[in-house]
């Protein structure tokens, strides 16, 4: 059984038990987050498609712990003009672990 849902403006994909790391929730580690904008569930080849959602679906999953992706360098370079600019940037997340899908 797997779901698509948006999770913080992203659709993602989803199956019971599977961790994910998504953009930053305001949620305390510990809790409990329920998502109700599925588009779709599959399960043993019978599929529900949403328009734009699946109506009384939803997905439950806990929150794991906030955290920070590793550090990305962008820089910015023109030659011959001695002009070069580095910068760094750390995306915060939420990791969660999906616990149900319903429908």
Same mark, same amino acid.
């Given at each position: 059984?797997? *779901? $698509?849902? %948006? $999770?913080?403006?992203? =659709?993602?994909? *989803?199956? &019971?038990? =599977?961790?994910?790391?998504? &953009?930053?929730?305001? @949620? ?12 779709? !569930? /599959?399960? /043993?080849? +019978?599929?529900?498609?949403?328009? &734009?959602?699946?109506?009384? *679906?939803? @997905?439950?999953?806990?929150? $794991?712990?906030?955290?920070?992706? &590793? +550090?990305? !360098? ?6 011959? +003009?001695?002009?070069?600019? %580095?910068?760094?940037?750390? =995306?915060?997340?939420?990791? !969660?672990?999906? =616990? %149900? $899908?319903? *429908?």
């Amino acid at each position: 059984m797997y *779901a $698509i849902v %948006t $999770i913080a403006g992203k =659709q993602w994909h *989803a199956e &019971p038990s =599977q961790v994910l790391d998504v &953009p930053l929730l305001e @949620v305390e580690p510990g809790a409990t987050v329920t998502f109700d904008q599925v588009h779709l !569930i /599959a399960d /043993a080849g +019978k599929v529900q498609l949403g328009r &734009p959602f699946v109506a009384k *679906a939803k @997905v439950v999953a806990k929150v $794991i712990a906030h955290g920070r992706t &590793p +550090k990305l !360098i962008v820089g910015k370079f023109k030659r011959r +003009k001695a002009y070069r600019r %580095t910068k760094g940037h750390r =995306q915060d997340f939420t990791r !969660i672990e999906i =616990q %149900t $899908i319903t *429908a």
